[in-house]
T-cell receptor, first 113, second 114 residues
Framework: AQSVTQLDSHVSVSEGTPVLLRCNYS??????LFWYVQHPNKGLQLLLK??????LVKGINGFEAEFKKSETSFHLTKPSAHMSDAAEYFC???????????FGAGTTVTVRA | DTEVTQTPKHLVMGMTNKKSLKCEQH?????MYWYKQKAKKPPELMFV???????INESVPSRFSPECPNSSLLNLHLHALQPEDSALYLC?????????????FGEGSRLTVL
C-alpha cells in the first residue's frame, strides 16, 4: 500500500525568500513521486517527477526536489519565491500495484509582497 | 500536443437533469481517469479506464456513469445528482502502463447542482 503525508497544510513566505514544502511517503515498492501545482479554478500542473533516475530532480519555474529513500521523503524547494507561486501544491506517489496514485492533503502557499 | 481538453468548463444543473462531461486527449495515452475535487481538498479518484475498459470504480454512486467510446475520449454522464455532488471534475490521462508515468490533467469542469 502507498500513502503520502504533506507535513504542512499552509506555508507563508515573503517574495524573494526560499520555499520548502515537505512530503513523506510510504510505499511497498520502488515508487514514482510527483509534485503538482494547482492555481485557483485550474487543473493540476506537473512541477517535477522522480522515476528512479537522479535523486535530485529539477522541475519547471525553478523548483527542485530531492528523493531520500532512507528518510522516505521528497521535499520540494525553490530558492526565491515569486508572487505567482501562490497556489495549492500536491505531493503524489505511485507504485507498481495498479493504476492508482495517492495524493497528499495539499499545502497552500501564500507569498507576501 | 500535450493537452487534455475538458468541456464544458462550467455546468449548472438541477437535480432532475441529465448532462454529460467530456474529456479528450490526443497523446496516445491508454489510461484515462475521472477525479472529483472539493475546495481545498486533493482530487478523489472516481473511475479509471485502461485500454478503453473500466478497470477501477471507486464505489461511485450510479448517478455517475462513465463511458469511454474510444481511446481518445472519456465521458461522464450525470443524472439525478445531489447538491453535494457540486465540485470540480477533473479528467486525466496517463501514457505509461504501471508506475512510472505522470498524470496529465485537464482544466476541469466546474459543476453546480441546484
Amino acid at each position: 500500500a502507498q500513502s503520502v503525508t504533506q507535513l504542512d497544510s499552509h506555508v507563508s513566505v515573503s517574495e524573494g525568500t526560499p520555499v520548502l514544502l515537505r512530503c513523506n511517503y510510504s510505499s511497498s515498492y520502488s515508487p514514482s513521486l510527483f509534485w503538482y501545482v494547482q492555481h485557483p479554478n485550474k487543473g493540476l500542473q506537473l512541477l517535477l517527477k522522480y522515476t528512479s533516475a537522479a535523486t535530485l530532480v529539477k522541475g519547471i519555474n525553478g523548483f527542485e526536489a530531492e528523493f531520500k529513500k532512507s528518510e522516505t521523503s521528497f521535499h520540494l524547494t525553490k530558492p526565491s519565491a515569486h508572487m505567482s507561486d501562490a497556489a495549492e501544491y500536491f505531493c503524489v506517489v505511485s507504485d507498481r500495484v495498479d493504476y492508482k496514485l495517492s495524493f497528499g492533503a495539499g499545502t497552500t502557499v501564500t507569498v507576501r509582497a | 500536443d500535450t493537452e487534455v481538453t475538458q468541456t464544458p468548463k462550467h455546468l449548472v444543473m438541477g437535480m432532475t437533469n441529465k448532462k454529460s462531461l467530456k474529456c479528450e486527449q490526443h497523446m496516445g495515452h491508454r489510461a484515462m481517469y475521472w477525479y472529483k475535487q472539493k475546495a481545498k481538498k486533493p482530487p478523489e479518484l472516481m473511475f479509471v479506464y485502461s485500454y478503453e475498459k473500466l478497470s477501477i470504480n471507486e464505489s461511485v454512486p450510479s448517478r455517475f456513469s462513465p463511458e469511454c467510446p474510444n481511446s481518445s475520449l472519456l465521458n461522464l454522464h450525470l443524472h439525478a445528482l445531489q447538491p453535494e455532488d457540486s465540485a470540480l471534475y477533473l479528467c486525466a490521462s496517463r501514457g505509461a502502463v504501471g508506475a512510472r508515468g505522470e498524470l496529465f490533467f485537464g482544466e476541469g469542469s466546474r459543476l453546480t447542482v441546484l
